[in-house]
């Protein structure tokens, strides 16, 4: 059984279809990259995931785990880049969603907290502030707090924008480590190339309709033939 199963999911905002009819699946240990233009809904289909209130026709369906234990990356433009807290505080920030008894950790959580900071290696900053750390650092600060919440699922939107070449490739080295441990994990990106050699599936998202399938099949189509020579 898919660990996520989208069956015929439509958006529309104000007249307007961002997609129509989309359906794909998330096996547990998949690498899925989602490709597409600005404009073609990829955020809007990782809010439907979330659980934000999207207004959307279809199914989706989470099969063996809840969406409080999905972790999610999003966008650096959209995380706050200035709060006043330790990298430790927010790392173990990423358990408050789980906890439905407010923010107080168990011994459970911070070892697997220290772990997960060992994992992202950023235990050395674990009293630093997170506002006085570089863009590729405070990167992996948020990765490390997403790897909190999540248990089966890691939602990644545009992980590297914004960075220097040097800490993209780490970042993107980290990300492959989480997958290869048995993370699940689906990225949005617009890196073509790289997705077709680290991502085990590709959803290609288009005014034309959708491509989804395996990344060796990816590069034969029309959808990729299309955006690499706009790239």
């Known amino acids: 059984m898919s660990l996520l199963e989208v069956k015929n999911l439509t958006v529309s905002f104000e007249g307007r279809t961002v997609f129509k009819d989309l359906s794909f699946n998330v096996e547990k240990g998949d690498y899925l990259c989602i490709l597409g233009e600005n404009g073609s809904g990829k955020t809007t289909l990782m809010r439907c995931i979330l659980g934000y209130p999207v207004k959307h026709e279809g199914i989706i369906n989470y099969n063996g785990f809840s969406r409080r234990e999905i972790g999610w990356l999003p966008q ?28 107080f950790y168990s011994s459970a959580q ?28 405070q990167q992996r600060v948020l990765l490390c707090r997403a790897l909190c919440a999540a248990d089966s699922i890691l939602l990644l939107d545009e992980p590297v924008t914004g960075l220097d070449a040097a800490a993209q490739n780490e970042l993107y080295e980290l990300i492959k480590k989480l997958n290869k441990s048995g993370m699940t994990v689906i990225m949005i990106t617009h890196d073509v190339a790289r997705s077709v050699k680290v991502g085990g599936k590709v959803l290609h998202m288009s005014d ?7 990344a060796e099949d990816y590069v034969n189509t029309d959808f990729y033939k299309n955006i690499s020579e706009v790239r």
């Open 76 to 103: 650096r433009s959209e995380s706050k880049t200035d709060f006043p807290a330790s990298v430790g505080e927010v790392v173990m920030s990423g358990f408050a969603g789980r906890n439905r008894t407010g923010l």
């Open 110 to 137: 911070k070892r697997q907290a220290r772990a997960n900071m060992e994992l992202m290696e950023i235990s050395e900053l674990k009293n630093r502030s997170f506002k006085e750390l570089s863009g590729g650092q």
């Open 208 to 214: 034309d309709g959708y491509y989804f399938g395996t």
